[in-house]
């Protein structure tokens, strides 16, 4: 692992997907007996809250507001 020019490493893909770790996910960087850490932060907001905000407000809701629920069945269906 190499440091860039600005200071950053990459942690490798191997090490994200065990650790289940995401692109915006928030990390501290922790110095301990002369090493660093990287951990997770604890109270930072999960991947899938992050996605639900992203795509609040995105659907057409207002399209399907009063529609029976075979009505949905068929647009969902494209029947």
Not at 15 to 38: C, K, P, Q, S, Y
């Amino acid at each position: 692992m190499r440091l860039n020019s600005k200071g950053q490493v990459t942690i490798p893909a191997e090490l994200r997907a065990r650790l289940n770790l995401h692109e915006g996910d928030e990390v501290d960087v922790i110095e301990e007996g002369g090493a660093l850490r990287i951990v997770r932060v604890d109270d930072a907001e999960t991947r899938g809250r992050r996605l639900v905000r992203h795509m609040r407000g995105r659907g057409a809701a207002r399209e399907v507001e009063g529609m029976s629920t075979d009505q949905l069945m068929e647009l969902l269906r494209g029947e």
